[in-house]
């Protein structure tokens, strides 16, 4: 019978723990390692301390193939990762010379004496292998522990991702067990309740199905998850691309992607791909969808402007929105977010404008425009489509996330439509 | 001997496991905890597996007073939160009559049938007490493990949270020994490398140090924390506001704030707090900086337009860029983002106007304008000012944070100044 190879997943640091940052390396371990067949079965994230990170390698080594530690490599007194693994491992710490040597020559380009401190990022556990670590002073690590591949890389996620690539993911295929299958394959879909959904899949989600559909809603769009398992990886790939087949012809009207869960990138990408431009005029959101939109590399080929029109003054002197509109209907109404669309595609000479006006709160409601209340608005080669959302007690951030969600969507729809 | 009282997280779901989605309730947990007097001393991330969790409520349970699990209480199959704590503590699962009608009485108010698969969620184990969920479908419960008090809250965050206040925190408070006292306090800085700090700090930042100092930084900006422990909760509030105090004194240059870890509502506070209109002119950023500032609730008392002037073009057109200026020093420049800044203040009438052009990349690098090169521009009152900022080797999304929070800055500056 097959099994995947498991992995435990170790964040070390107060800061984690303590809440003041969030863990995102586990996240990226997490998706890298399940491309590669990998099974995470925990992520655990731990404070400084040498004897909790000791006990725990212990614990977690007999029950998997392989623990990758993050953090607790910098030179200061509260990086403990060095030594908690020698002691799981029972050796001592070695200073190897090479490396110490590689830090006084990297502190010397850059004119800056060698602190004793950064001394302690030359030792390795005895019989460790040292792992490169090209953007940083911190090498990684590898070692064994029984027949456990642990795996010690920095934290700052611009030196651990380069590193997992380069020196975990060709350790991690070496290490795998013989003839064990394990498949992923991804759907995104947005404007379906999570709940309706699961309903529709019913058993396919239970536990000990296979494949196993899991599914998350966050800013009102679903990652859908398909897992498969297998004799091979062959198999298992097999397995898992028909059954995402079979779910996305049955959604189709939601899938918006297959590969990449973000829909601005989406939306970027077939702009970008039939050269289309495009802006924004933003209210509610101020400046978050243009944001989003520009997050995309290369997006300046169809993005050359776009407007955050807070006031309603401004909407009237930057887009021509009419004042008579405005004192009728109210900013956030049909009429305000269809005369944004038209006025900013007019201004910035775009085929798509996209506009958001709404009520994020926690002022603002009147009587009958609760917080929450959105229009969005949408102008492709002069047509104008406005469509109304509810997104009711949610709060500020999220009524502003879920937006830009929208009126991203109401973008895509005009390139790429679905059928309802 | 003072002890803190300890507590261990559990956040359940495949998708946080997977690394499809970040669990940020646990980060939430803890700042709220460390601010009651509690220590966390580990966050796990499990999958949807009933076993697991199972096994790692009976292995936390001795060690820590409390243990908190996030999410699981869905109606669906692989919610399985109620199933495992009712295992660890030996009961059966018992269905609440009263919760159960107001799930059905939910539903008919809705008009939506109730689906059997939400009697799930009427479920708890035998002795639990429920706790109310005024956002959700899904209660969370209370139960002891020994003298472990373990409480289970739903996962989505806004529900979760007014949970917290509402039904843990006073729990917390009840269940705590006696006689501990830890406490906390945060400073954050910015425009200070982190090892400058460290190196500054020395022994403070070593594991047994009391009070102790941890820093970490993210987007250039360092969040440091100060963890005093005593005899008593006042006492070691009192030691830990002591040490706080003197590194704010010795660290003035850099401090921006004492409680609030996000520049944007540090400065949106002064400029609400003294109505000085602000504005921005965003090209590598986007509208990252306009987002950031109306994220701030309220703001719009001083904040009512703001520019995405992407392209050359739009840099004229809107903002009245001199396009020999453009030829002359390219967008990237002292000379634009000054331009850029007095353009913006004038169109928006803002007495504060910050301006951002820089080489985001992947692609617009030249012989010597690297990417990661950004020119910031502040007109206060009709002064201006530039600053250049050179984020190397960051990658696209790090030059456009670190670049938004610079330019905060610059702007609190103006407002707040900072001898150096």
Known sequence: ????????????????VGGAFVDTNSGALARR?????????????????????????RELAPAHDAVVITGGLGPTLDDVTRHAAARAAGVELALDARVLAELQALFATRQRPFPPSNERQALFPAGAEVLANPQGTAPGFALTLGACLVCALPGPPREMLP???????????????????????ALYLVGLPEGVFAEQCGA????????????????????????????????????AERHADELARRFHAHVYSRDEPDLAQV?????LARRIAVTCAESCTGGLLAARLTQVAGISA???????????????????VDPALLA???????????????????????????????????AGATADKPVGLVWLGRAFDGAVVTEQRRFLALGRDLVREFAVTAALDLGLRALVPRPH
Request: net charge positive.
């Open 302 to 320: 169809v993005f050359e402007r776009s407007f955050v029109t807070y006031a309603d003054r401004a909407k009237t002197e930057e887009l021509g």
């Open 328 to 362: 009728r209907h109210g900013a956030v109404s049909a009429e305000v977010a269809a005369a944004l669309a038209l006025g900013a595609a007019r201004r910035a000479g775009a085929r798509l404008a996209l506009s958001i006006t709404g009520i994020a709160g926690p």
């Open 33 to 57: 390692l399940a491309q590669c067949g990998w099974e995470t079965t925990r992520c655990i994230v731990l404070g400084d301390d040498e004897d909790l990170l000791t006990a725990t390698l």
């Open 267 to 271: 939306l970027g990408r077939e702009l």
């Open 1 to 16: 019978v097959t099994r995947a190879p498991r992995a435990a997943l170790i964040a070390t640091g107060d800061e984690l």
């Open 163 to 185: 590193m997992l690539e380069r020196e975990l993911v060709p350790r991690l295929a070496r290490h795998r067990p013989p003839s064990s299958g394990l498949a992923q394959r």
């Open 204 to 239: 396919a989600m239970r536990r000990d199905a296979n494949p196993l559909v899991g599914v998350t809603a966050k800013n009102s769009v679903l990652s859908v998850s398909v897992r498969a398992r297998a004799a091979s990886v062959p198999e298992a790939e097999a397995l």
